[in-house]
T-cell receptor, first 113, second 116 residues
Framework: GDSVTQMEGPVTLSEEAFLTINCTYT??????LFWYVQYPGEGLQLLLK?????DKGSNKGFEATYRKETTSFHLEKGSVQVSDSAVYFC????????????FGTGTRLTIIP | ETGVTQSPTHLIKTRGQQVTLRCSSQ?????VSWYQQALGQGPQFIFQ???????GRGNFPPRFSGLQFPNYSSELNVNALELDDSALYLC????????FGTGELFFGEVSWLTLL
């Protein structure tokens, strides 16, 4: 079955540091890949997505590239801010007949001023 | 703000009881999905409703049931509650074209269910 493996957290970085959160997946066919983010006290929200191999999703300075050869979708940001502190979830959609997303376990990110 | 609202946001139950959670979808959306998130885990898909019909179900027993109303709001019902049902419950709405999923979900606030 489908699965998503995320980098174990929590991750603590200083402001302006470079961020990488690793995500690898197992899926049948050609899934779409997503990063969702949950800020403190808020619901999950879509951060970025990629629908086919070599696509790069980007939003709010975050980027992730769909790598089919390594089955990965790592999240990166060049210079993190305190406001980026949140829990980040990698997810995939492989059955396009519905919205059954398969999520990773989440990575808690804390940015220190 | 996503326009998706859930209620109640916190509730405490005991084993064997029943619970109903409600979700109003974002205006213009025709699909509601329900997820369960246990402590330290990612959300797990329970089921989805598209235009009032169940359209996909995860690995949850039949005591998890739901429905969707003509205004596309939805309910999640859980009967015969068990201790393992203690979790966050997430509702998400989306706009599907002829039941084709996009993965672009709009989540509301969560419902915290605690079993004593």
């Amino acid at each position: 079955g489908d699965s998503v493996t995320q980098m174990e957290g929590p991750v603590t970085l200083s402001e302006e540091a470079f961020l990488t959160i690793n995500c690898t997946y197992t899926a049948t066919g050609y899934p779409s890949l997503f990063w969702y983010v949950q800020y403190p006290g808020e619901g999950l929200q879509l951060l970025l997505k990629a629908t086919k191999a070599d696509d790069k999703g980007s939003n709010k300075g975050f980027e992730a590239t769909y790598r089919k050869e390594t089955t990965s979708f790592h999240l990166e940001k060049g210079s993190v801010q305190v406001s980026d502190s949140a829990v980040y979830f990698c997810a995939l959609l492989s059955n396009f007949g519905n919205e059954k997303l398969t999520f990773g376990t989440g990575t808690r990110l804390t940015i220190i001023p | 703000e996503t326009g998706v609202t859930q209620s109640p946001t916190h509730l405490i139950k005991t084993r064997g009881q029943q619970v109903t959670l409600r979700c109003s979808s974002q205006s213009g959306h025709n699909t509601v999905s329900w997820y369960q998130q246990a402590l330290g885990q990612g959300p797990q898909f329970i089921f989805q409703y598209y235009r009032e019909e169940e359209n996909g179900r995860g690995n949850f027993p039949p005591r998890f049931s739901g429905l969707q109303f003509p205004n596309y709001s939805s309910e999640l019902n859980v009967n015969a509650l068990e201790l393992d049902d203690s979790a966050l419950y997430l509702c998400a709405s989306s706009l599907e074209q002829r039941g084709f999923g996009t993965g672009e979900l709009f989540f509301g606030e969560v419902s915290w269910l605690t079993l004593l």
